[in-house]
C-alpha cells in the first residue's frame, strides 16, 4: 500500500470511494463526497491523502482549518474518511501519516467528531472543553500537537458548516 496526495485525476474514484464508505452508515446524510468538493473549490482542503493498492485508491482522509472560539492558530480538521470496507485499517494509517505531516508543518492540534472507541486508540480525547453545536463532548475528539488543550466553541470550514450537515 502506498500513502500520497491526492491527484486531479483522483477526484472521482474519491466521490466513488466516500459514497460507498458512508452510504451504508447511520449517521451519514450523503453529503460528504459534495463536501469534498467544496472544500476543494474553496480552497480549504490543505490536506487530502489517498492510500493505493495495486492502482485502485482503497482509502481517503481530507484535512481542512477549523477555528476554536472563532480563531484558527493552526488547528485543523480530520475528515471526512472514506476506506474501502475490506480495507478498513488502512484508515489509521492515513490518519497517522495526516498527523505526522500536519506536525511537521508546525500544525497546533487536530480536531474531529467521531467514536471515541476508534479515534482515542489514535491518540485522540474527547469531552476536553472543546464544544460543537449541541453535540455530546465525548465524541468531539482532539489531539494537541503542541501548546495547551484549547477550549471552546469548535466550527469547522464553510463546507461542513450548513443546515443540512
Do not use: K
Request: charged share 25%; glycine share 10%.
Amino acid at each position: 500500500m502506498i500513502i500520497r496526495p491526492e491527484r486531479p485525476d483522483d477526484v472521482e474514484a474519491i466521490d466513488e470511494l466516500t459514497r460507498t464508505a458512508f452510504e451504508p452508515m447511520s449517521f451519514s446524510d450523503g453529503l460528504e463526497a459534495p463536501i469534498l468538493h467544496a472544500l476543494r473549490a474553496a480552497g480549504d482542503l490543505t490536506l487530502s491523502l489517498v492510500a493505493v493498492e495495486d492502482d485502485l485508491i482503497v482509502g481517503h482522509v481530507a484535512f481542512s482549518p477549523v477555528t476554536i472560539d472563532g480563531t484558527h492558530n493552526s488547528w485543523f480538521g480530520l475528515g471526512p474518511i472514506s476506506v474501502r470496507a475490506d480495507r478498513q485499517r488502512q484508515g489509521a494509517a492515513l490518519t497517522a501519516e495526516g498527523i505526522r505531516l500536519h506536525r511537521e508543518q508546525g500544525a497546533r492540534g487536530c480536531a474531529l467528531i467521531g467514536n471515541p472507541l476508534v479515534y482515542s486508540g489514535m491518540g485522540f480525547t474527547g469531552g476536553t472543553g472543546v464544544t460543537y453545536r449541541d453535540l455530546d463532548p465525548r465524541i468531539i475528539q482532539t489531539m494537541v500537537f503542541r501548546g495547551l488543550e484549547p477550549q471552546g466553541e469548535l466550527r469547522f470550514a464553510t463546507a461542513f458548516e450548513t443546515e443540512e450537515s
